[in-house]
């Protein structure tokens, strides 16, 4: 069972820094504010459409996963995604 939590806990940093790598820089400034925007990652998705509020929450759980891997610390992450979360 513990080489297979290893095996997870490493899965996940690696993720983290493919994270990392690809939203930094100044152009990945630009892609993350236009999702950030697109995703309401400041707002609420409550709409009057239960649809279109379905689609806004997708976006926004979209927006909270890079912004965990962004954000987060390597331990943070592990806890978050360790209490049953799919670390796929």
Request: charged share 30%.
């Amino acid at each position: 069972m513990s080489d297979w939590i290893d095996k997870l806990r490493i899965a996940l940093g690696e993720r983290r820094y493919a994270y990392k790598k690809t939203f930094s820089g100044p152009l990945a400034e630009v892609v993350l504010k236009d999702l950030a925007r697109f995703c309401r990652a400041h707002e609420s998705t409550f709409h009057d459409r239960e649809r279109v509020a379905l689609i806004l929450e997708g976006r926004k759980q979209a927006w909270l996963r890079i912004s965990e891997h962004l954000n987060l610390s390597p331990e943070q992450l592990w806890a978050l995604y360790s209490k049953g979360a799919d670390v796929s």
